[in-house]
């Protein structure tokens, strides 16, 4: 098992940036692809990025893609969310999540990762 723990949210004006983090423990950090989530109140969790377990390929959600980055430190057992050019509805609690290299789904299958961390807040005011 791989345990998950979220930092770096906070309150950020519009058009500034912030950088999350995720620090894993447990087992080899490099057996996992991860990824971002993120909830808004009254709103299913949303998949914003994802990362291969060697940090090769990585993908997007539509509304983040050309302001957010995500990498991953392997030797540091760190995950990363560089979130530039926030909007308001950026808001929303964000989520890191762990699932073995060898499951076969998308990045944006929710379902298919096995761990979660519990979630850093980010509030962007207008």
């Known amino acids: 098992q791989v345990q998950l723990v979220e930092s770096g949210g906070g309150l950020v004006q519009a058009g500034g940036s912030l950088r999350l983090s995720c620090a894993a423990s447990g087992r080899t950090f490099s057996r996992y692809h991860m990824a971002w989530f993120r909830q808004a109140p009254g709103k299913e969790r949303e998949f914003v990025a994802g990362?291969?377990?060697?940090?090769?390929?990585?993908y997007y959600g539509d509304s983040v893609k050309g302001r957010f980055a995500i990498t991953r430190d392997n030797a540091k057992n760190t995950l990363y969310l560089q979130m530039n050019s926030l909007k308001p509805e950026d808001t929303a609690v964000y989520y890191c999540a762990a699932r073995e290299a060898y499951v076969s789904s998308t990045y944006y299958d929710l379902d298919s990762y096995a761990y979660w961390g519990q979630g850093t807040q980010v509030t962007v005011s207008s």
């Open positions: 990362i291969s377990a060697i940090g090769g390929v990585t």
